[in-house]
């Protein structure tokens, strides 16, 4: 029998102290950089079934790591020795953010699953700049995410992170940030493409927000966006974001569901909106994926990358070799 060594002696202890608390010990603890290089041969697994295309990027592998980790681009370095395909930095903000008022994270252990209300804290665009400008330049791909509520200071951010990585996501679907769904609106959004097409030199993904069986009305208006971004020339998509839940248990009485439970609604969310996008555009599946079966059927319902996070908070990180392995043989 395999012993999960990270479950017995890192997960279960840590289990018991505040998410925020242990996120912050995760922070000092990826600060060792001499560490992560030292042991980063436990993680490594390449395979040539693994190398994909993406918008012209070659990756190593599928699986890359969704964005709200590393908000303020100060950890890639270390989280690049896990064996990532690609890794998304941020969500950067123009200016910076206190976030939510706290708590605004929970777990649900059994279920493998996370609420967040975070609301994107950082240390805005100039922070981030600061300590990109004193990483060495890395083979590991690395996109950043941006967001934010005025097209002026989005522009700004594209066009000054670019220079650090092979892509940008656009986020325009965090459940937890006042003023964003302005941009799940047609017309906002097209305006903000258009806007982002003027100045972007690298390719875009635009981060879409979920939705649910059975909710009609708001499937066809995502549909539709989704539609829209691909016919402007969005290179990707990725489907999606952490789905809005109600709690008593967060300062603002409600977050984003992160994890296991989401995975199904993420496979039905695939195959919708493959059928309504120009074959350029390519789809990245975020959302309940923790094992390489997971992310076969991802794969196969249409989209040409995988992204985790909350699966690296319960499994740790040999998780992204574990799902390269049983992907292989899956394909």
């Not at 892509?167 to 799940?184: C, D, H, V, Y």
């Not at 039905?268 to 076969?296: D, F, H, P, W, Y």
């Amino acid at each position: 029998m395999k012993i999960n060594f990270y479950k017995i002696l890192i997960r279960s202890p840590l289990l018991l102290i505040a998410p925020e608390i242990v996120w912050k010990i995760a922070d000092l603890a990826l600060t060792q950089k001499w560490f992560w290089s030292f042991i980063s041969k436990i993680f490594i697994y390449s395979h040539p079934k693994l190398n994909t295309n993406f918008a012209g990027i070659e990756l190593d592998s599928p699986v890359g790591l969704a964005a709200g980790y590393d908000k303020n681009c100060k950890y890639l370095s270390s989280l690049e020795t896990f064996g990532f395909g690609y890794l998304i930095g941020g969500t950067v903000t123009f200016d910076p953010r206190p976030g939510n008022p706290k708590p605004r994270m929970i777990r649900i252990p059994k279920e493998k699953a996370l609420v967040n209300s975070l609301g994107f804290p950082g240390k805005g665009l100039n922070a981030a700049v600061k300590v990109l400008n004193k990483q060495k330049m890395s083979q590991a791909k690395r996109f950043i995410s941006v967001s934010g509520t005025d097209i002026s200071d989005i522009k700004q951010c594209i066009q000054q992170l670019e220079p650090f990585c092979s892509a940008i996501e656009l986020n325009i679907s965090s459940p937890n940030t006042k003023g964003l769904r302005i941009f799940q609106e047609y017309d906002n959004l097209k305006e903000l493409i258009e806007e982002v097409n003027s100045v972007r030199t690298k390719p875009l993904i635009v981060k879409m927000p979920p939705f649910k069986a059975g909710d009609t009305l708001n499937q066809n208006n995502i549909l539709k966006l989704c539609k829209l971004v691909s016919e402007m020339g969005a290179e990707g998509l990725t489907i999606s974001n952490t789905l809005p839940t109600k709690t008593k248990k967060l300062a603002i009485g409600e977050g984003g569901l992160s994890g296991a439970p989401l995975f199904d609604n993420t496979i039905r969310m695939i195959k919708l909106v493959k059928s309504e996008i120009s074959e350029k555009t390519q789809i990245n599946a975020c959302g309940g994926i923790s094992n390489g079966k997971q992310a076969s059927e991802a794969i196969k319902a249409g989209a040409t990358t995988v992204q985790i996070w909350t699966s690296l908070i319960y499994e740790g990180p040999c998780v992204v070799k574990n799902i390269k392995k049983e992907l292989v043989s899956n394909l």
